[in-house]
């Protein structure tokens, strides 16, 4: 089946520094890359959208400034939170469109501390 | 935009016993509708899905009704096992093609109590 391959699993980072985070599509061509974040025991909420190629599309309320989305491939999207702080610890979860039979699929997601 | 609503937030039901997770939705647009399974640390897990062309599929111990006319939808697990303890989220799109989102419930955490 299809799968999204996600990295860094953890990572801790201190105040002030940008944190890079990325997701490869390995068996399909991932045309389109959603970027959730999910705080404790909430659900999952959509920052941003990217399409391979284009600038991408960010919710209302999300800095696009701050979280840096790149989805030059159609295998390989990043997003880069710059300039981190302890609001911006969460667990950030990628996924995309993977076709009829598979639905979207997600990356294992990324669990950022900033301290 | 679309609305995803879930209830109940918790549910804590016996093992073997059976359990109900319902969820609403507001665009009526939306033609398809998968439920994921999400256990601590890691990401979200497609468990079964339903398009809108159907009103109810099964997989084993889980199934999924589907009530366009409401705008409803819901998961069901019988016999449940320990397990199957884990977050359940329903979501809604208007299909898998590039470019449209998933929208979340708000999640059910389930427990199953051996």
């Known amino acids: 089946g299809a799968v999204v391959s996600q990295h860094p699993s953890r990572v801790i980072c201190k105040s002030g520094t940008s944190v890079k985070i990325e997701c490869r599509s390995l068996?399909?061509?991932?045309?389109?890359m959603f970027w959730y974040r999910q705080f404790p025991k909430q659900s999952l909420m959509l920052m941003a959208t990217?399409?391979?190629?284009?600038?991408?599309?960010?919710e209302q309320g999300v800095e696009k400034d701050k979280f840096l989305i790149n989805h030059a491939s159609l295998t390989l999207s990043t997003l880069t939170v710059t300039s981190a702080h302890p609001e911006d610890s969460s667990f950030y979860i990628c996924?995309?469109?993977?076709?009829?039979?598979?639905?979207?699929?997600f990356g294992s997601g990324t669990r950022l501390t900033v301290v | 935009g679309e609305n995803v609503e879930q209830h109940p937030s918790t549910l804590s039901v016996q093992e073997g016993d059976s359990a109900v997770i319902k969820c609403t939705y507001s665009?009526?647009?939306?033609?398809?509708f998968p439920w994921y399974k999400q256990e601590l640390g890691k990401g979200p897990q497609l468990i079964i899905d339903?398009?809108?062309?159907?009103g109810e599929k099964k997989d084993q111990r889980i199934a999924v009704t589907l009530n366009k006319t409401a705008k409803h939808f819901s998961l069901h697990i019988t016999e449940t096992q320990p397990e199957d303890s884990a977050v359940y989220f329903c979501?809604?799109?208007?299909?898998?093609?590039?470019?449209?989102?998933?929208?979340f419930g708000g999640g059910t955490r389930l427990m199953v109590k051996p």
């Open positions: 339903i398009r809108s062309n159907v």
């Open positions: 990217s399409n391979e190629g284009s600038k991408a599309t960010y």
């Open positions: 068996d399909f061509q991932a045309t389109t």
């Open positions: 996924s995309a469109p993977s076709g009829p039979n598979y639905g979207y699929t």
């Open positions: 665009d009526s647009a939306s033609n398809y």
């Open positions: 979501a809604a799109s208007r299909g898998n093609n590039a470019g449209n989102m998933l929208t």
